[in-house]
């Protein structure tokens, strides 16, 4: 500004202008309001802001230091399926075209559920009972611990490529590092359980499914081996042509027996030894096909017998082979849905969108908060800028209407903030 050249020497009866200063030598003159008051102030401005430094630099150097940890997704799979294809494709085309965002056309990208899922309370709870955070952030309920989380953590996407940014903040570089990794790690762990794919309903089922058919396969192997065990059945029409071979082996060999006997006698006595020994070999021969046709009242319940007779054959094969047909029945199903359980998990992890890095975790080397160099620099300016009002204030007349008003207003406002101290504390003594 320029000068002002008012000279009170020639008439004292001229006021001072308002904002007029006293001249710094004390002639009684107007000073300078301009650079010359700055200039010849210049050690007291340079001390103000040497002032200011130091104490904004010891501010700075108070304040905590924090870390960053910065982690990149890359967009997992689009659906293979042929309406997805076709929504994508119609989706970028009207963004090219158009410039219209695909998430107005209803086309959902995993990018923004996995968004989603990162910023959910189930991932913020486990990621804060994982590393007590609770405890970190000084805090005693979940809501408070929470809110701390998502202040100190910033998740964004890009529109464009579909790049997931996971960007976290500590005082400790390592705990950083390690939250932003726990952040990729609690969104594989909700990926995958909160996968809703047909292959996966598929896998459910099959489970279900092959459990209650393993216990009717055990149950039916069970019956048979029961019932083969005490009925001495092993394949039951194996068995049936075996013992109709057997008894037709021992009808021959009766029959040859009895007729060499009738030639005995014939020319030996009754009381001849060949005769006697041919005799007992027909009675042997004889009991034994009794037993294999079940002829004999030893029947196949009884523990001299090995084997089940003929005649109770067709009775077992009943049974036996409804009993085997169950437990084929089962092996086959149990085999076949085995086979289809194994496909769908292959499936089902086909369908879970997985978590790929295109950036791991970085480690923090520098800290990113606070900006001490600015703090610093603001502290200069700040107290350049306060001692410069201060020179200003002082090169004021005091006599001066504008300094005077200023006066009262600081004088009567802290006069009232005095009095509004005293009543609050008189009403509390009142109180207590």
């Given at each position: 500004?320029?000068?002002?050249?008012?000279?009170?020497?020639?008439?004292?009866?001229?006021?001072?202008?308002?904002?007029?200063?006293?001249?710094?030598?004390?002639?009684?003159?107007?000073?300078?309001?301009?650079?010359?008051?700055?200039?010849?102030?210049?050690?007291?401005?340079?001390?103000?802001?040497?002032?200011?430094?130091?104490?904004?630099?010891?501010?700075?150097?108070?304040?905590?230091?924090?870390?960053?940890?910065?982690?990149?997704?890359?967009?997992?799979?689009?659906?293979?399926?042929?309406?997805?294809?076709?929504?994508?494709?119609?989706?970028?085309?009207?963004?090219?075209?158009?410039?219209?965002?695909?998430?107005?056309?209803?086309?959902?990208?995993?990018?923004?559920?996995?968004?989603?899922?990162?910023?959910?309370?189930?991932?913020?709870?486990?990621?804060?009972?994982?590393?007590?955070?609770?405890?970190?952030?000084?805090?005693?309920?979940?809501?408070?611990?929470?809110?701390?989380?998502?202040?100190?953590?910033?998740?964004?996407?890009?529109?464009?490529?579909?790049?997931?940014?996971?960007?976290?903040?500590?005082?400790?570089?390592?705990?950083?590092?390690?939250?932003?990794?726990?952040?990729?790690?609690?969104?594989?762990?909700?990926?995958?359980?909160?996968?809703?794919?047909?292959?996966?309903?598929?896998?459910?089922?099959?489970?279900?499914?092959?459990?209650?058919?393993?216990?009717?396969?055990?149950?039916?192997?069970?019956?048979?081996?029961?019932?083969?065990?005490?009925?001495?059945?092993?394949?039951?029409?194996?068995?049936?042509?075996?013992?109709?071979?057997?008894?037709?082996?021992?009808?021959?060999?009766?029959?040859?027996?009895?007729?060499?006997?009738?030639?005995?006698?014939?020319?030996?006595?009754?009381?001849?030894?060949?005769?006697?020994?041919?005799?007992?070999?027909?009675?042997?021969?004889?009991?034994?096909?009794?037993?294999?046709?079940?002829?004999?009242?030893?029947?196949?319940?009884?523990?001299?017998?090995?084997?089940?007779?003929?005649?109770?054959?067709?009775?077992?094969?009943?049974?036996?082979?409804?009993?085997?047909?169950?437990?084929?029945?089962?092996?086959?199903?149990?085999?076949?849905?085995?086979?289809?359980?194994?496909?769908?998990?292959?499936?089902?992890?086909?369908?879970?969108?997985?978590?790929?890095?295109?950036?791991?975790?970085?480690?923090?080397?520098?800290?990113?908060?606070?900006?001490?160099l600015l703090i610093i620099t603001l502290g200069g300016c700040l107290g350049l800028v306060l001692a410069g009002v201060w020179v200003v204030w002082?090169?004021?007349?005091?006599?001066?209407?504008?300094?005077?008003?200023?006066?009262?207003?600081?004088?009567?406002?802290?006069?009232?903030?005095?009095?509004?101290?005293?009543?609050?504390?008189?009403?509390?003594?009142t109180s207590s």
């Open positions: 500004m320029g000068e002002i050249g008012l000279d009170y020497s020639r008439d004292s009866t001229v006021e001072t202008p308002v904002g007029a200063m006293v001249d710094p030598a004390g002639n009684g003159e107007p000073g300078h309001f301009g650079y010359e008051l700055f200039l010849r102030h210049r050690w007291f401005l340079l001390r103000g802001a040497l002032a200011g430094v130091i104490v904004f630099a010891v501010v700075a150097l108070l304040i905590p230091s924090r870390y960053e940890s910065v982690a990149q997704l890359m967009p997992p799979d689009q659906s293979n399926s042929a309406a997805g294809m076709l929504l994508g494709a119609a989706a970028e085309r009207a963004q090219s075209l158009v410039g219209l965002p695909a998430d107005l056309l209803g086309a959902k990208t995993s990018s923004a559920l996995f968004t989603k899922i990162l910023t959910s309370q189930t991932a913020e709870d486990g990621l804060i009972r994982r590393f007590d955070l609770r405890r970190v952030y000084r805090v005693r309920y979940w809501e408070s611990a929470r809110k701390k989380l998502e202040a100190n953590t910033s998740i964004s996407e890009d529109r464009k490529s579909g790049v997931i940014t996971i960007r976290v903040r500590d005082r400790d570089r390592d705990r950083a590092k390690a939250i932003c990794q726990a952040y990729v790690d609690e969104l594989n762990l909700l990926s995958a359980r909160l996968s809703t794919s047909s292959a996966r309903r598929e896998r459910e089922f099959l489970e279900q499914r092959l459990a209650v058919l393993k216990q009717e396969l055990d149950t039916s192997t069970n019956n048979l081996g029961q019932f083969s065990s005490k009925n001495t059945t092993v394949d039951i029409p194996s068995q049936s042509k075996a013992m109709v071979e057997a008894a037709a082996a021992l009808q021959g060999h009766l029959v040859a027996a009895e007729s060499e006997l009738e030639g005995l006698k014939q020319i030996y006595t009754g009381q001849n030894v060949r005769i006697l020994s041919q005799e007992r070999r027909i009675a042997e021969l004889r009991r034994n096909l009794r037993l294999l046709t079940g002829q004999d009242s030893k029947g196949p319940g009884d523990s001299d017998a090995p084997y089940p007779s003929i005649r109770k054959l067709p009775l077992l094969g009943v049974t036996y082979s409804d009993l085997l047909r169950r437990t084929k029945i089962n092996e086959a199903v149990f085999e076949a849905l085995t086979k289809q359980y194994e496909l769908a998990k292959v499936q089902e992890a086909k369908d879970i969108p997985s978590v790929r890095l295109l950036d791991a975790p970085s480690y923090p080397e520098k800290h990113v908060f606070p900006p001490r002082t090169a004021i007349r005091p006599e001066d209407s504008s300094k005077q008003l200023m006066l009262e207003t600081y004088s009567t406002f802290r006069d009232d903030i005095v009095q509004a101290i005293r009543r609050r504390r008189a009403a509390r003594e």
